[in-house]
Protein backbone atom coordinates (compact mmCIF):
# COMPACT_ATOMS: atom_id res chain seq x y z
CA UNK A 1 0.00 0.00 0.00
CA UNK A 2 1.07 3.77 -0.49
CA UNK A 3 -0.28 7.05 -0.70
CA UNK A 4 0.08 10.03 -3.17
CA UNK A 5 -1.08 13.65 -3.12
CA UNK A 6 -3.26 14.39 -6.35
CA UNK A 7 -4.37 17.99 -6.37
CA UNK A 8 -4.00 18.30 -2.42
CA UNK A 9 -5.68 15.17 -1.41
CA UNK A 10 -4.39 11.85 -0.02
CA UNK A 11 -4.88 9.12 -2.25
CA UNK A 12 -4.43 5.45 -1.05
CA UNK A 13 -3.35 2.69 -3.67
CA UNK A 14 -1.96 -0.51 -4.04
CA UNK A 15 -0.13 -2.49 -6.26
CA UNK A 16 0.43 -6.12 -6.75
CA UNK A 17 1.36 -8.76 -9.42
CA UNK A 18 3.31 -8.59 -12.64
CA UNK A 19 3.07 -8.38 -16.26
CA UNK A 20 0.99 -5.70 -18.17
CA UNK A 21 -1.01 -3.16 -16.24
CA UNK A 22 -4.49 -3.16 -15.43
CA UNK A 23 -6.32 -0.27 -13.02
CA UNK A 24 -9.43 -1.36 -11.19
CA UNK A 25 -11.64 1.43 -10.38
CA UNK A 26 -14.33 0.59 -7.64
CA UNK A 27 -18.07 2.25 -7.51
CA UNK A 28 -19.63 4.79 -4.73
CA UNK A 29 -19.68 3.85 -1.55
CA UNK A 30 -17.62 1.26 -1.24
CA UNK A 31 -13.49 1.29 -1.46
CA UNK A 32 -10.43 -1.04 -3.39
CA UNK A 33 -11.56 -4.25 -1.31
CA UNK A 34 -14.21 -4.80 -3.66
CA UNK A 35 -12.01 -5.95 -6.23
CA UNK A 36 -9.45 -7.76 -3.90
CA UNK A 37 -11.31 -11.32 -3.40
CA UNK A 38 -12.89 -11.98 -6.69
CA UNK A 39 -11.08 -9.97 -9.50
CA UNK A 40 -7.54 -8.67 -7.94
CA UNK A 41 -5.99 -12.06 -7.27
CA UNK A 42 -6.88 -13.90 -10.09
CA UNK A 43 -5.45 -10.85 -12.15
CA UNK A 44 -2.69 -10.83 -10.38
CA UNK A 45 -1.62 -14.19 -11.80
CA UNK A 46 -1.29 -12.66 -15.36
CA UNK A 47 -0.85 -8.79 -14.62
CA UNK A 48 0.06 -5.91 -12.59
CA UNK A 49 -2.87 -4.77 -10.98
CA UNK A 50 -3.31 -1.14 -9.70
CA UNK A 51 -6.17 -0.59 -6.90
CA UNK A 52 -7.00 2.78 -5.20
CA UNK A 53 -9.60 3.97 -2.84
CA UNK A 54 -11.55 6.92 -5.06
CA UNK A 55 -10.94 10.32 -2.95
CA UNK A 56 -14.26 10.37 -0.05
CA UNK A 57 -13.79 6.34 0.36
CA UNK A 58 -11.63 3.97 2.12
CA UNK A 59 -8.57 5.13 2.97
CA UNK A 60 -7.88 8.07 0.95
CA UNK A 61 -8.70 11.70 2.49
CA UNK A 62 -12.31 13.28 2.05
CA UNK A 63 -12.07 17.06 0.52
CA UNK A 64 -14.87 19.21 0.31
CA UNK A 65 -14.63 19.39 -3.02
CA UNK A 66 -14.02 17.47 -6.45
CA UNK A 67 -15.90 14.86 -6.50
CA UNK A 68 -16.59 14.46 -10.43
CA UNK A 69 -15.27 12.19 -12.70
CA UNK A 70 -13.28 14.97 -14.29
CA UNK A 71 -12.05 15.43 -10.89
CA UNK A 72 -11.49 11.63 -9.92
CA UNK A 73 -9.73 10.90 -13.56
CA UNK A 74 -7.54 13.79 -12.55
CA UNK A 75 -6.25 11.44 -9.22
CA UNK A 76 -5.83 8.45 -11.52
CA UNK A 77 -4.01 10.42 -14.33
CA UNK A 78 -1.42 11.35 -10.95
CA UNK A 79 -1.31 7.88 -10.13
CA UNK A 80 -0.65 5.98 -13.17
CA UNK A 81 1.95 9.28 -13.27
CA UNK A 82 3.55 8.52 -9.79
CA UNK A 83 3.76 4.57 -10.71
CA UNK A 84 5.26 5.23 -14.14
CA UNK A 85 2.44 3.36 -15.88
CA UNK A 86 2.25 4.65 -19.65
CA UNK A 87 -0.77 3.20 -20.33
CA UNK A 88 -3.37 0.75 -18.50
CA UNK A 89 -6.38 -1.13 -19.06
CA UNK A 90 -9.27 0.73 -17.16
CA UNK A 91 -11.69 -1.99 -15.38
CA UNK A 92 -14.60 0.01 -13.50
CA UNK A 93 -17.56 -1.02 -11.92
CA UNK A 94 -20.52 1.68 -11.74
CA UNK A 95 -19.62 5.24 -10.94
CA UNK A 96 -15.92 3.92 -11.33
CA UNK A 97 -16.74 3.11 -14.90
CA UNK A 98 -17.77 6.38 -15.37
CA UNK A 99 -14.24 7.67 -14.42
CA UNK A 100 -12.34 5.36 -16.92
CA UNK A 101 -14.83 6.33 -19.67
CA UNK A 102 -13.74 10.15 -18.71
CA UNK A 103 -10.27 9.48 -18.48
CA UNK A 104 -10.31 7.71 -21.90
CA UNK A 105 -12.38 10.72 -23.15
CA UNK A 106 -8.97 13.08 -21.87
CA UNK A 107 -5.95 10.87 -22.07
CA UNK A 108 -6.67 8.34 -24.63
CA UNK A 109 -3.33 7.94 -25.41
CA UNK A 110 -2.66 6.58 -21.50
CA UNK A 111 -5.49 3.58 -22.16
CA UNK A 112 -5.26 -0.35 -23.98
CA UNK A 113 -8.68 -1.03 -23.27
CA UNK A 114 -12.07 -0.42 -21.77
CA UNK A 115 -14.01 -2.52 -19.52
CA UNK A 116 -17.13 -0.79 -17.83
CA UNK A 117 -19.11 -3.07 -15.28
CA UNK A 118 -22.75 -1.51 -14.62
CA UNK A 119 -21.94 1.90 -15.27
CA UNK A 120 -24.97 4.45 -15.24
CA UNK A 121 -23.45 7.15 -18.19
CA UNK A 122 -24.70 10.80 -17.13
CA UNK A 123 -25.21 12.11 -20.41
CA UNK A 124 -26.96 8.48 -22.03
CA UNK A 125 -29.19 7.94 -18.64
CA UNK A 126 -29.81 11.68 -17.18
CA UNK A 127 -32.41 9.83 -14.85
CA UNK A 128 -32.38 6.62 -12.80
CA UNK A 129 -36.25 6.12 -11.84
CA UNK A 130 -37.06 2.94 -9.78
CA UNK A 131 -39.25 2.28 -13.01
CA UNK A 132 -36.33 1.81 -14.65
CA UNK A 133 -35.56 -1.45 -12.31
CA UNK A 134 -36.26 -4.63 -14.50
CA UNK A 135 -37.75 -6.23 -11.91
CA UNK A 136 -39.21 -2.90 -9.99
CA UNK A 137 -42.52 -4.15 -8.84
CA UNK A 138 -40.57 -7.22 -6.82
CA UNK A 139 -38.46 -4.63 -5.84
CA UNK A 140 -40.98 -1.88 -4.79
CA UNK A 141 -42.75 -4.55 -2.46
CA UNK A 142 -39.26 -5.23 -0.71
CA UNK A 143 -38.38 -1.39 -0.21
CA UNK A 144 -41.65 -0.82 1.12
CA UNK A 145 -41.63 -3.74 3.48
CA UNK A 146 -38.74 -2.44 5.14
CA UNK A 147 -39.45 0.72 5.14
CA UNK A 148 -37.43 2.13 3.20
CA UNK A 149 -39.11 5.04 0.52
CA UNK A 150 -38.48 5.83 -2.91
CA UNK A 151 -41.30 8.15 -4.34
CA UNK A 152 -41.89 7.38 -7.94
CA UNK A 153 -40.94 10.88 -9.51
CA UNK A 154 -37.57 10.47 -7.71
CA UNK A 155 -34.87 10.69 -10.32
CA UNK A 156 -32.15 9.50 -8.29
CA UNK A 157 -33.28 6.04 -7.05
CA UNK A 158 -30.08 4.75 -6.42
CA UNK A 159 -28.81 7.59 -4.63
CA UNK A 160 -31.85 7.59 -2.42
CA UNK A 161 -31.89 4.57 -1.70
CA UNK A 162 -27.78 4.28 -0.53
CA UNK A 163 -28.37 7.16 1.11
CA UNK A 164 -31.38 5.21 3.48
CA UNK A 165 -29.84 2.33 3.73
CA UNK A 166 -26.36 3.56 5.70
CA UNK A 167 -28.44 5.76 7.88
CA UNK A 168 -27.41 4.31 11.75
CA UNK A 169 -31.61 2.68 11.86
CA UNK A 170 -30.51 -0.01 9.05
CA UNK A 171 -27.87 -0.91 11.52
CA UNK A 172 -29.44 -3.88 12.45
CA UNK A 173 -31.23 -4.84 9.13
CA UNK A 174 -28.16 -4.39 7.43
CA UNK A 175 -26.95 -7.42 9.29
CA UNK A 176 -30.25 -9.47 8.87
CA UNK A 177 -30.41 -8.54 5.07
CA UNK A 178 -26.48 -9.52 4.46
CA UNK A 179 -26.07 -10.91 0.79
CA UNK A 180 -29.27 -9.78 -0.63
CA UNK A 181 -28.45 -8.14 -4.17
CA UNK A 182 -30.58 -4.96 -2.85
CA UNK A 183 -28.62 -4.79 0.46
CA UNK A 184 -25.09 -5.35 -0.45
CA UNK A 185 -23.66 -1.89 -0.01
CA UNK A 186 -23.12 -1.48 3.51
CA UNK A 187 -24.03 -5.14 4.08
CA UNK A 188 -20.32 -6.32 4.18
CA UNK A 189 -17.75 -7.51 7.15
CA UNK A 190 -18.98 -6.40 10.86
CA UNK A 191 -22.39 -4.95 8.78
CA UNK A 192 -20.62 -2.18 7.19
CA UNK A 193 -21.25 0.52 10.07
CA UNK A 194 -17.89 3.05 9.30
CA UNK A 195 -18.36 2.73 5.41
CA UNK A 196 -22.01 3.77 5.80
CA UNK A 197 -21.09 6.45 8.30
CA UNK A 198 -18.12 7.52 5.60
CA UNK A 199 -20.96 8.05 2.91
CA UNK A 200 -22.80 9.86 5.42
CA UNK A 201 -19.93 12.30 6.10
CA UNK A 202 -19.51 12.47 2.65
CA UNK A 203 -23.02 13.23 1.01
CA UNK A 204 -23.64 15.28 4.07
CA UNK A 205 -20.45 17.40 4.29
CA UNK A 206 -19.08 17.61 0.96
CA UNK A 207 -20.04 18.80 -2.78
CA UNK A 208 -19.95 15.07 -3.32
CA UNK A 209 -23.98 14.41 -4.29
CA UNK A 210 -23.80 17.77 -6.76
CA UNK A 211 -20.56 16.80 -8.03
CA UNK A 212 -21.28 12.87 -8.98
CA UNK A 213 -24.76 14.75 -11.23
CA UNK A 214 -22.48 16.78 -13.03
CA UNK A 215 -21.34 15.47 -16.36
CA UNK A 216 -18.15 17.38 -15.92
CA UNK A 217 -18.03 17.56 -19.91
CA UNK A 218 -18.20 13.77 -20.92
CA UNK A 219 -21.05 15.17 -23.11
CA UNK A 220 -22.73 12.04 -25.26
CA UNK A 221 -20.15 14.00 -28.32
CA UNK A 222 -17.12 13.48 -26.51
CA UNK A 223 -18.16 9.58 -25.78
CA UNK A 224 -18.46 9.08 -29.35
CA UNK A 225 -14.96 9.86 -30.12
CA UNK A 226 -13.80 7.97 -27.38
CA UNK A 227 -12.37 4.54 -30.11
CA UNK A 228 -10.77 2.51 -27.47
CA UNK A 229 -11.63 -1.23 -27.59
CA UNK A 230 -14.46 -1.66 -24.72
CA UNK A 231 -16.24 -4.19 -23.50
CA UNK A 232 -19.30 -2.95 -21.41
CA UNK A 233 -20.60 -5.94 -18.88
CA UNK A 234 -24.13 -5.25 -17.26
CA UNK A 235 -26.50 -7.64 -15.60
CA UNK A 236 -29.53 -8.44 -16.85
CA UNK A 237 -31.93 -6.94 -13.84
CA UNK A 238 -29.09 -3.53 -13.60
CA UNK A 239 -31.09 -0.58 -13.09
CA UNK A 240 -28.61 1.38 -15.96
CA UNK A 241 -29.70 -0.96 -19.05
CA UNK A 242 -30.47 2.65 -20.82
CA UNK A 243 -26.23 3.26 -20.27
CA UNK A 244 -25.49 -0.07 -21.76
CA UNK A 245 -27.92 1.10 -24.70
CA UNK A 246 -26.23 4.38 -25.50
CA UNK A 247 -23.13 3.08 -25.34
CA UNK A 248 -23.64 0.29 -27.85
CA UNK A 249 -25.27 3.72 -29.64
CA UNK A 250 -22.68 6.01 -29.74
CA UNK A 251 -19.18 3.88 -28.28
CA UNK A 252 -17.27 2.74 -31.86
CA UNK A 253 -16.26 0.01 -30.47
CA UNK A 254 -17.94 -1.20 -27.71
CA UNK A 255 -18.97 -5.11 -27.01
CA UNK A 256 -21.61 -6.08 -24.67
CA UNK A 257 -22.25 -8.72 -22.55
CA UNK A 258 -25.31 -8.98 -20.23
CA UNK A 259 -25.19 -11.61 -17.21
CA UNK A 260 -28.60 -13.38 -16.75
CA UNK A 261 -30.53 -13.30 -13.51
CA UNK A 262 -28.48 -10.18 -11.65
CA UNK A 263 -28.25 -7.02 -11.34
CA UNK A 264 -25.95 -4.09 -10.55
CA UNK A 265 -23.61 -6.29 -8.50
CA UNK A 266 -23.19 -9.25 -10.55
CA UNK A 267 -19.07 -8.83 -9.68
CA UNK A 268 -19.62 -9.57 -6.53
CA UNK A 269 -22.73 -12.10 -6.88
CA UNK A 270 -20.94 -13.79 -9.99
CA UNK A 271 -17.44 -13.16 -9.39
CA UNK A 272 -16.28 -16.40 -11.37
CA UNK A 273 -18.26 -15.41 -14.77
CA UNK A 274 -17.06 -11.84 -14.35
CA UNK A 275 -13.42 -12.51 -13.80
CA UNK A 276 -13.80 -15.17 -17.09
CA UNK A 277 -15.05 -12.57 -19.29
CA UNK A 278 -12.86 -9.46 -18.33
CA UNK A 279 -9.72 -11.87 -18.98
CA UNK A 280 -10.83 -13.68 -22.06
CA UNK A 281 -10.84 -10.15 -23.50
CA UNK A 282 -8.26 -8.36 -22.12
CA UNK A 283 -5.73 -11.18 -23.22
CA UNK A 284 -7.57 -10.75 -26.74
CA UNK A 285 -6.62 -7.16 -26.45
CA UNK A 286 -3.14 -8.33 -25.49
CA UNK A 287 -2.87 -10.53 -28.30
CA UNK A 288 -3.93 -8.51 -30.76
CA UNK A 289 -2.40 -5.31 -29.85
CA UNK A 290 1.30 -7.61 -30.17
CA UNK A 291 0.40 -8.83 -33.31
CA UNK A 292 0.04 -4.83 -34.61
CA UNK A 293 3.05 -4.05 -33.12
CA UNK A 294 4.90 -6.23 -35.64
CA UNK A 295 5.41 -5.98 -38.96
CA UNK A 296 7.22 -7.88 -41.81
CA UNK A 297 10.46 -5.81 -43.10
CA UNK A 298 11.76 -5.51 -46.70
CA UNK A 299 13.46 -8.82 -46.54
CA UNK A 300 10.92 -10.84 -45.12
CA UNK A 301 12.24 -10.28 -41.65
CA UNK A 302 9.48 -10.35 -38.32
CA UNK A 303 10.83 -6.94 -36.99
CA UNK A 304 9.54 -5.29 -33.38
CA UNK A 305 8.46 -2.11 -34.63
CA UNK A 306 8.26 -0.94 -30.54
CA UNK B 1 14.17 -16.16 -0.86
CA UNK B 2 13.84 -17.88 2.41
CA UNK B 3 12.73 -15.28 5.51
CA UNK B 4 14.40 -15.09 8.38
CA UNK B 5 11.53 -16.22 10.08
CA UNK B 6 11.29 -19.61 8.25
CA UNK B 7 15.19 -20.15 9.14
CA UNK B 8 15.08 -19.71 12.89
CA UNK B 9 11.38 -22.24 12.58
CA UNK B 10 9.32 -19.63 14.07
CA UNK B 11 6.91 -20.41 16.94
CA UNK B 12 3.08 -19.58 17.54
CA UNK B 13 3.71 -17.06 20.05
CA UNK B 14 6.44 -15.26 17.79
CA UNK B 15 3.50 -15.13 15.58
CA UNK B 16 1.38 -14.22 17.59
CA UNK B 17 3.20 -11.19 19.15
CA UNK B 18 3.98 -10.02 15.62
CA UNK B 19 0.08 -10.05 14.80
CA UNK B 20 -1.15 -8.28 17.70
CA UNK B 21 1.74 -5.93 16.83
CA UNK B 22 0.18 -5.08 13.45
CA UNK B 23 -2.90 -5.00 14.61
CA UNK B 24 -2.49 -2.53 17.81
CA UNK B 25 -0.99 -0.81 14.89
CA UNK B 26 -3.92 -0.58 12.81
CA UNK B 27 -6.80 0.34 15.51
CA UNK B 28 -4.39 2.48 17.63
CA UNK B 29 -6.79 5.47 16.00
CA UNK B 30 -9.74 3.92 15.48
CA UNK B 31 -12.61 4.83 18.02
CA UNK B 32 -14.53 1.94 18.89
CA UNK B 33 -15.68 -0.21 21.88
CA UNK B 34 -13.14 -2.44 22.35
CA UNK B 35 -10.79 -1.69 25.11
CA UNK B 36 -8.83 -4.58 26.15
CA UNK B 37 -6.04 -6.13 25.38
CA UNK B 38 -5.45 -8.03 21.71
CA UNK B 39 -4.89 -11.51 22.33
CA UNK B 40 -5.75 -15.30 20.62
CA UNK B 41 -9.25 -14.62 21.56
CA UNK B 42 -10.18 -11.40 19.94
CA UNK B 43 -12.45 -11.11 16.88
CA UNK B 44 -11.45 -9.33 14.37
CA UNK B 45 -15.09 -8.17 12.83
CA UNK B 46 -17.11 -8.02 16.40
CA UNK B 47 -14.67 -7.04 18.60
CA UNK B 48 -12.20 -4.59 16.09
CA UNK B 49 -15.32 -3.84 14.03
CA UNK B 50 -13.25 -5.03 10.95
CA UNK B 51 -14.66 -4.33 7.19
CA UNK B 52 -13.34 -5.63 3.90
CA UNK B 53 -10.58 -2.79 3.39
CA UNK B 54 -9.07 -3.65 6.93
CA UNK B 55 -9.00 -7.18 6.51
CA UNK B 56 -6.95 -6.32 2.89
CA UNK B 57 -4.64 -3.77 4.94
CA UNK B 58 -4.12 -6.77 7.56
CA UNK B 59 -3.40 -9.04 4.13
CA UNK B 60 -0.84 -6.75 3.43
CA UNK B 61 0.87 -5.86 6.86
CA UNK B 62 1.00 -9.53 7.12
CA UNK B 63 2.78 -9.87 3.88
CA UNK B 64 5.17 -7.29 4.38
CA UNK B 65 6.18 -8.29 8.08
CA UNK B 66 6.80 -12.06 7.37
CA UNK B 67 8.18 -11.45 3.94
CA UNK B 68 6.20 -13.76 2.62
CA UNK B 69 3.83 -12.92 -0.70
CA UNK B 70 1.16 -15.22 -2.38
CA UNK B 71 -0.33 -17.49 0.85
CA UNK B 72 -3.40 -19.17 0.38
CA UNK B 73 -5.26 -16.25 2.15
CA UNK B 74 -8.83 -17.26 0.88
CA UNK B 75 -8.10 -20.20 3.36
CA UNK B 76 -8.56 -17.88 5.85
CA UNK B 77 -10.53 -15.44 4.80
CA UNK B 78 -12.77 -17.19 2.50
CA UNK B 79 -16.24 -20.13 3.06
CA UNK B 80 -18.39 -20.68 -0.33
CA UNK B 81 -17.15 -18.00 -2.02
CA UNK B 82 -17.43 -15.48 0.17
CA UNK B 83 -15.64 -13.90 2.95
CA UNK B 84 -16.15 -15.30 6.58
CA UNK B 85 -18.34 -13.64 9.05
CA UNK B 86 -15.39 -13.86 11.69
CA UNK B 87 -11.93 -14.31 12.15
CA UNK B 88 -10.11 -14.79 15.58
CA UNK B 89 -6.30 -13.50 16.26
CA UNK B 90 -5.83 -17.01 16.77
CA UNK B 91 -7.16 -18.07 13.72
CA UNK B 92 -4.80 -15.96 12.02
CA UNK B 93 -2.02 -17.41 14.16
CA UNK B 94 -2.87 -20.80 13.10
CA UNK B 95 -2.95 -20.03 9.38
CA UNK B 96 0.57 -18.11 9.19
CA UNK B 97 1.79 -21.27 11.26
CA UNK B 98 1.39 -23.60 8.73
CA UNK B 99 2.10 -21.38 5.80
CA UNK B 100 5.28 -20.06 7.39
CA UNK B 101 6.87 -23.41 7.97
Given at each position: ?G ?7 V ?14 I????T????W ?11 YR????D?R??G?S???P ?6 D ?8 L ?7 AH???H ?15 ER ?6 A ?6 LQ ?9 D ?29 L???KWR ?10 L ?7 G ?6 E ?9 T????F?S ?14 Q ?14 L ?8 N??S ?10 P???P?K??D??L ?10 S??K ?11 I? | ?14 IL ?22 G ?5 M ?7 I ?6 V???ERF ?20 I???D ?5 Y????
Amino acid sequence: MGTIHSNGVVINYRCAGFGRDVVLIHGLATNHAFWHLNVLLPLIKKYRVTVYDLRGHGYSEMPPSGYTTADMAGDLHNILNHLGIRSAHLVGHSFGGAIALHYAALHPERVDGLVLADTRVRALQPHQRLKDWPDWQKVAERIEKLGLVVRDDETEASLCLLEQLASPKWREARKKCRGEPLFIPFSGLGGGNRLAEQWLKLINTTTAVEDFKSLAGLTIDKISRINHQTLAVYGEKSTVLQSLRGLMEHLPNCRSVVIPDVGHFHPLLRPKKFIDIVLQFLIGLDSNASKSKRGLSKTGRVVQIR
Amino acid sequence: MENEACKKKITKAEILKDIVGILEDMTSDWDMEFSGPIGPETRLMSDLEFESIDVVQFIVAIEERFKRRNMPFEELLMEDGRYVDEITVEDAVNFLYTHLQ
